[in-house]
């Protein structure tokens, strides 16, 4: 088969190693020869990030981390960089605060260093998400891309499974996504395959073990590969429906995708047979979708929208707004119909076949 593809790579260093996010960051820190360091991090995470800073001197400490980033949150975190004239930017957290680093990245251009508590994966993307008027605005910019990512397992040990299972097919969402996203190519859908690969791997035993480090390093490694080639291949269908459901309905991001993935999935397979096979390998199964629906019910996945305040009343509108930005090339044609279709489904978690 002849090859054609335009591959980008995004440039940023990455630290692995449990136990080691201390050491990366003062490491990373004296790189950047930072000196008016802002720390980001939710409430929940503060501690975790004071411990990770110890040693460090920290000109701002920041917890005004929302979910989806309102623009309001992102105004006033830059009002507040540029009044202590911040020249790093660290967060801790999941996707809320990596986000809300992004938004304050955007217009500053203030390097982020990004120390991810969860296996949302943004951490890796060049992407960034804002919320305003209940519209979730999403762009790709290489100034909120993170120049250091540091992974360390440990901080992960206090996610409860049930969410940690939630984030991780949130990463999993990123890599089926990627194999027919608008940039898809070989490249990428390695990456890709073998994130579905970790995860599935790593998933389960998070949910055998959850203070064991093993499962959790896997979901942290498939969760990196997950959102690299996300980064490379851009935002297919099954995120186009999560950004509407979480910016104009507010429902919490990785429940979200976690409901969604399979009613996407069962969509698109049929329409995109060769990289469908290669996903049920990933999978260990002979259909991805068969492979996925086994996976979920070890984990007991979240399985319906309506156990996240979304109802049939929001769908005429969800669809018209998500009918606005369906990638071109997405396997099978997406009209009014199929995509409500997919959503009742996925309201009430019927069966996705």
């Known amino acids: 088969m002849a090859l054609n593809f335009d591959h980008h790579t995004l440039g940023q260093r990455v630290y692995f190693g449990a136990g080691r996010a201390n050491e990366y960051l003062k490491a990373a820190l004296k790189d950047l020869d930072s000196k008016k360091v802002m720390v980001i991090a939710s409430g929940s995470a503060l501690r975790a990030a004071q411990e990770i800073a110890a040693g460090v001197e920290v000109a701002v400490w920041h917890s005004d981390v929302v979910m989806h980033v309102p623009l309001a949150s992102a105004e006033n975190a830059r009002a507040v960089a540029a009044k202590r004239d911040i020249d790093v930017l660290v967060c801790v957290g999941g996707g809320s605060a990596t986000g809300l680093a992004k938004a304050i990245a955007l217009t500053m251009g203030i390097p982020i260093i990004a120390i991810p508590t969860t296996y949302a994966g943004s951490e890796a993307t060049n992407v960034w998400g804002l919320t305003e008027d209940s519209r979730k605005t999403t762009g790709v910019d290489n100034k909120v891309l993170p120049t250091v990512v540091i992974y360390d397992s440990e901080l992960t040990l206090s996610l409860p499974v049930e969410m940690s299972i939630a984030s991780g097919l949130n990463g999993l969402a990123h890599c089926i996504d990627s194999l027919w996203a608008p940039r898809a ?69 990785a429940q979200t995708h976690a409901t969604v993935l399979p009613y996407v999935l069962a969509f698109n397979a049929p329409f995109a047979p060769e990289v469908e096979k290669r996903a049920a390998t990933a999978l260990g199964s002979s259909t991805a979708l068969e492979g996925l629906q086994k996976l979920r019910t070890q984990l007991k996945a979240p399985q319906k929208l309506t156990d996240y305040g979304f109802s049939a009343a929001g769908i005429p509108e969800a669809v018209s707004i998500i009918l606005e930005n369906i990638p071109a090339n997405n396997p099978r044609p997406v009209t009014a119909e199929n995509l409500t279709e997919l959503l009742e489904k996925a309201l009430v978690g019927a069966e996705p076949a």
């Open 185 to 253: 190519d070989p490249i990428n859908a390695a990456l890709a395959l073998e994130g579905i690969r970790a995860l599935a791997a790593g998933l389960p035993k998070i949910m055998n073990n959850p203070q064991g480090i093993s499962g959790r390093d896997e979901a942290l490694y498939g969760a990196y590969l997950a959102a690299v080639s996300f980064a490379s291949a851009g935002s297919g269908l099954h995120h186009k429906i999560c950004h509407v459901l979480g910016g104009t309905f507010n429902l919490p991001h």
